[in-house]
């Protein structure tokens, strides 16, 4: 399975982005896709996550109720729509896919990572 995130920039405080993330190759085993984000000299953290079907979604609470991820099967696409950004937002945005059934917001849970796509917030 392969990866490619796109979407990322530069953008003031409240404004949105809306990020991408195309799959291809067997994306048939993939169950879950995660969207995680890394800032400089920090760890990879959660942001969201999305089931196969869409059923079922689960934010990190800094983004809930600002974050919105999304799936179009049809495309193989995943979003992440993000709204009343903040400069403590800036971070390189990584998409996952997991193949197994579950919630994973742990990246040692994902099978699958993209190349990451740069989002910065300025104040």
């Known amino acids: 399975v392969q990866l490619q995130a796109s979407g990322g920039g530069l953008v003031q405080a409240g404004g949105s982005l809306r990020l991408s993330c195309e799959s291809s190759g067997r994306t048939s085993s993939i169950y879950g896709m995660g969207w995680f984000r890394q800032a400089p000299e920090k760890e990879r953290e959660f942001v969201a996550f999305?089931?196969?079907?869409?059923?079922?979604?689960y934010y990190a609470d800094s983004v809930k109720g600002r974050f919105t991820i999304s799936r179009d099967n049809a495309k193989n696409t995943v979003y992440l729509q993000m709204i009343s950004l903040k400069p403590e937002d800036t971070a390189v945005y990584y998409c996952?896919?997991?193949?197994?059934?579950?919630?994973?917001?742990?990246?040692?849970?994902?099978?699958?990572w993209g190349q990451g796509t740069l989002v910065t917030v300025s104040s």
């Open positions: 999305i089931s196969r079907n869409g059923g079922t979604t």
């Open positions: 996952a896919a997991d193949s197994r059934q579950r919630i994973g917001i742990r990246p040692r849970e994902y099978d699958f």
